[in-house]
């Protein structure tokens, strides 16, 4: 149980790390890995494979990051978790979208939505629901990307999830902004600021309003 200690840790650090310091979360992960390839721990391998391409996509490697969540992917299929299944499917879409291939990226978080729906994880559902928004918009559909934000607001707001709502407002708020409603524009960036200010917010903060269009 020591080396499965010190890998949970190890990927624990990771997570910590990765929006801060994603270099030092790739460090953590490629550990985690070759300990538990070592005592052939699927789970815990397709975790560290996860993180590491992360941290690579933070980092802005898209093409190595695809390529460490397709591996992830094939263990979390041979496990059949979902949970792990869900968040390679956002991540992917995630890359997609960086690389603006929003049919794709729609696909993508469109599955992960199934996979998140399934588990009743409503975190992931309102994550998920966004970044197909984000998709949906890129694609010229508007209502459907703003029906999309609306549900991801309101389940945020329930469950005081602050980073998905500064997320869901951001959206909303560029949705107007795109369309040159420019008041209605501003009252939505204006109240995700509010909720990035709060003691409990985790997310990003947002660094003024120009820096939050294109989301």
Same mark, same amino acid.
């Given at each position: 149980?020591?080396?499965?200690?010190?890998?949970?840790? #190890?990927?624990?650090? !990771?997570?910590? +790390?990765?929006?801060?310091?994603?270099?030092?979360?790739?460090?953590?992960?490629?550990?985690?890995?070759?300990? $538990? *390839?070592?005592?052939?721990?699927?789970?815990?391998?397709? %975790? *560290?494979?996860?993180?590491?391409?992360? /941290?690579?996509?933070?980092? &802005? @490697? @898209?093409?190595?990051?695809?390529?460490? +969540?397709?591996?992830?992917?094939?263990?979390?299929?041979?496990?059949?978790?979902?949970? &792990?299944? !869900? #968040?390679?499917?956002? $991540?992917?879409?995630?890359?997609?979208?960086?690389?603006?291939?929003?049919?794709?990226?729609?696909?993508?978080?469109?599955? !992960?939505? %199934?996979? +998140?729906?399934?588990?009743?994880?409503?975190?992931?559902?309102?994550?998920?629901?966004? @970044?197909?928004?984000?998709?949906?918009?890129?694609?010229?559909?508007?209502?459907? /990307?703003?029906?999309?934000?609306?549900?991801?607001?309101?389940?945020?707001?329930?469950?005081?999830?602050?980073?998905?709502?500064? $997320? !869901?407002?951001?959206?909303?708020? #560029?949705?107007?902004? +795109?369309?040159?409603?420019?008041?209605?524009?501003?009252?939505?960036?204006?109240?995700?600021?509010?909720? $990035?200010?709060?003691?409990?917010?985790?997310?990003?903060?947002?660094?003024?309003?120009?820096?939050?269009?294109?989301?």
């Amino acid at each position: 149980s020591t080396g499965i200690d010190k890998i949970d840790l #190890n990927l624990n650090l !990771a997570e910590g +790390y990765l929006n801060n310091q994603p270099h030092k979360s790739l460090e953590l992960a490629r550990a985690a890995l070759e300990l $538990s *390839s070592k005592i052939n721990d699927l789970d815990r391998s397709a %975790h *560290s494979l996860f993180l590491i391409a992360e /941290a690579n996509r933070a980092m &802005g @490697n @898209n093409s190595v990051a695809y390529d460490f +969540y397709f591996q992830a992917n094939k263990i979390y299929e041979q496990l059949s978790n979902k949970e &792990g299944l !869900a #968040n390679c499917a956002n $991540s992917i879409g995630r890359v997609y979208k960086i690389l603006g291939d929003y049919p794709a990226a729609l696909e993508y978080h469109l599955m !992960a939505l %199934h996979y +998140y729906e399934e588990l009743g994880n409503q975190e992931g559902i309102s994550s998920s629901l966004i @970044n197909a928004g984000v998709a949906y918009r890129n694609l010229g559909e508007k209502n459907i /990307a703003l029906e999309n934000y609306n549900k991801a607001l309101e389940i945020s707001t329930q469950l005081k999830d602050l980073t998905n709502m500064v $997320s !869901a407002l951001i959206s909303i708020g #560029n949705v107007y902004w +795109y369309d040159h409603n420019y008041n209605d524009a501003l009252i939505y960036y204006e109240k995700a600021l509010m909720v $990035s200010n709060e003691t409990h917010y985790k997310g990003e903060h947002p660094g003024g309003i120009q820096n939050n269009i294109g989301n």
